[in-house]
C-alpha cells in the first residue's frame, strides 16, 4: 500500500493522500451513516454470514473496501500487506521469542479452591502461549507504532490515540484460537453483543513460515487466508471481523498481536490499559 506522500499509484502525479486515499475517505463518510444492525444466531454469529456484496454494502458501510498488496479484493475493513516486514527482521524476534519460557493462556476457573482465591485453567477455546516482549520492548513498540501510523491511520482514514502493549503469541501443533471479537462480548440470553474492550483496530503480524495449518478464518465473510512470514493483517475490532485461528496442524507459528483505540470513540473504560502506548511517544 503506498504511503500518503508517496506518489498515487493511478498513475495521477498527484500524492496518494491528496487522489485515490482522499476519494475513498469521502466514499467511507458518505456510506457511515447507513451501516444496518443485522441478525443474530443463537452463538452470536450473524446470520447468514457477510459473504456477498449485498450484505457487505449493508453492514460494512463505514469501512474501506479491503486490500491485499498482491492478491486483489478481500472483504471490506480488511488489510493484507505480504511482506511487510522482511525476512531478518522476522528472524531478529523469532529468534528471541525461542529463548522465552511461554506462559499458558488461562481463563478463571468456576470452581472456587479452599484457599478462596481466584483459580484459573488451561482454555480450550485458546491453546496458546504469551511470549513476554520485556527484552525486546522499545523495538517491538516502535514497529507496532509505524503500522498503526502509516498503515492503520490512512487505510481507515482515522486518528490513533492510544495502543495496547503488543504481545508475541506462540502456537504449538494443535495450537488454535477459536472464532472471537477482540473487543465485543457476547450476551446470549440477550441476544446481544456489547462492547467490552477499548479497541477499534486490531493487527497481526505473521513472524514464519515452517509450520502448517494455523490459517486466519473470518466465518463471517467466508475468508481465509494462510499466514506467511512478514505478513501483516489489519481489521476493525468488533464482532463482525470475528477471526480465528486454525489449528497449527505441524512446526511452531508466531505472531505479534496488537489492538489500537481511535480518538472519538465508544469508550468502556475511563483510561488506558496499563503499559498502553500513546501514539507517536
Same mark, same amino acid.
Given at each position: 500500500?503506498?504511503?500518503?506522500?508517496?506518489?498515487? #499509484?493511478?498513475?495521477?502525479?498527484?500524492? !496518494?493522500?491528496?487522489?485515490?486515499?482522499?476519494?475513498?475517505? %469521502?466514499?467511507?463518510?458518505?456510506?457511515?451513516?447507513?451501516?444496518?444492525? #443485522? =441478525?443474530y444466531?443463537?452463538?452470536?454469529?450473524?446470520?447468514?454470514?457477510?459473504d456477498?456484496?449485498?450484505?457487505?454494502?449493508? !453492514?460494512c458501510? =463505514?469501512?474501506?473496501?479491503?486490500?491485499? %498488496? /498482491?492478491?486483489?479484493?478481500? #472483504?471490506?475493513?480488511?488489510? @493484507? @500487506?505480504k511482506?511487510?516486514? =522482511?525476512?531478518?527482521?522476522?528472524?531478529?524476534?523469532? +529468534?528471541?521469542? &525461542?529463548?522465552?519460557?511461554?506462559?499458558?493462556?488461562?481463563?478463571q476457573?468456576?470452581?472456587?479452591?479452599?484457599?478462596?482465591?481466584?483459580? /484459573?485453567?488451561?482454555?480450550?477455546?485458546?491453546?496458546?502461549?504469551?511470549?513476554?516482549?520485556?527484552g525486546? &520492548?522499545?523495538?517491538?513498540?516502535?514497529?507496532?507504532? =509505524? @503500522?498503526? *501510523?502509516?498503515?492503520? $491511520?490512512?487505510?481507515?482514514?482515522?486518528?490513533?490515540?492510544?495502543?495496547?502493549?503488543?504481545?508475541?503469541?506462540? !502456537?504449538?501443533?494443535?495450537?488454535h484460537?477459536?472464532?472471537?471479537?477482540?473487543?465485543?462480548?457476547?450476551? %446470549?440470553? $440477550?441476544?446481544?453483543?456489547?462492547?467490552?474492550?477499548?479497541?477499534?483496530?486490531?493487527?497481526?503480524?505473521?513472524?514464519?513460515? +515452517?509450520?502448517?495449518?494455523?490459517?486466519?478464518?473470518? #466465518?463471517?465473510?467466508?475468508?481465509?487466508?494462510?499466514?506467511?512470514?512478514?505478513?501483516?493483517?489489519?481489521?476493525?475490532?468488533?464482532?463482525?471481523?470475528?477471526?480465528?485461528?486454525?489449528?497449527? *496442524?505441524?512446526?511452531?507459528?508466531?505472531? *505479534?498481536?496488537?489492538?489500537?483505540?481511535?480518538?472519538?470513540t $465508544?469508550?468502556? &473504560?475511563?483510561?488506558?490499559? &496499563?503499559?498502553?502506548?500513546g501514539?507517536?511517544?
Amino acid at each position: 500500500m503506498p504511503r500518503r506522500n508517496d506518489p498515487c #499509484p493511478c498513475g495521477s502525479g498527484k500524492r !496518494y493522500k491528496h487522489c485515490c486515499a482522499a476519494n475513498q475517505s %469521502a466514499a467511507s463518510g458518505k456510506n457511515a451513516t447507513v451501516r444496518a444492525t #443485522p =441478525d443474530y444466531t443463537e452463538l452470536g454469529y450473524i446470520r447468514g454470514g457477510l459473504d456477498t456484496p449485498e450484505k457487505q454494502s449493508r !453492514y460494512c458501510a =463505514d469501512q474501506p473496501p479491503g486490500i491485499v %498488496a /498482491t492478491r486483489g479484493l478481500v #472483504p471490506p475493513g480488511i488489510l @493484507i @500487506i505480504k511482506k511487510y516486514l =522482511d525476512a531478518a527482521q522476522c528472524q531478529f524476534i523469532v +529468534d528471541y521469542a &525461542n529463548r522465552q519460557v511461554g506462559k499458558k493462556s488461562t481463563i478463571q476457573s468456576a470452581d472456587v479452591p479452599e484457599s478462596g482465591q481466584a483459580a /484459573t485453567r488451561e482454555s480450550t477455546a485458546r491453546i496458546t502461549e504469551y511470549v513476554d516482549i520485556a527484552g525486546i &520492548n522499545d523495538h517491538v513498540n516502535s514497529l507496532v507504532s =509505524d @503500522i498503526f *501510523l502509516h498503515e492503520v $491511520q490512512p487505510f481507515y482514514s482515522t486518528e490513533i490515540e492510544w495502543f495496547e502493549c503488543p504481545e508475541i503469541l506462540r !502456537y504449538h501443533q494443535g495450537g488454535h484460537y477459536q472464532a472471537h471479537s477482540d473487543a465485543d462480548n457476547w450476551t %446470549a440470553s $440477550q441476544r446481544k453483543w456489547s462492547r467490552g474492550m477499548d479497541r477499534d483496530y486490531s493487527l497481526l503480524l505473521y513472524l514464519n513460515n +515452517d509450520f502448517t495449518g494455523g490459517e486466519l478464518d473470518f #466465518p463471517h465473510f467466508g475468508f481465509r487466508i494462510r499466514p506467511e512470514a512478514g505478513m501483516l493483517a489489519c481489521f476493525p475490532s468488533d464482532h463482525r471481523y470475528l477471526h480465528a485461528a486454525k489449528p497449527t *496442524l505441524s512446526g511452531t507459528r508466531y505472531v *505479534l498481536v496488537g489492538w489500537a483505540a481511535a480518538k472519538g470513540t $465508544q469508550r468502556v &473504560n475511563d483510561q488506558p490499559p &496499563n503499559r498502553s502506548v500513546g501514539l507517536g511517544e
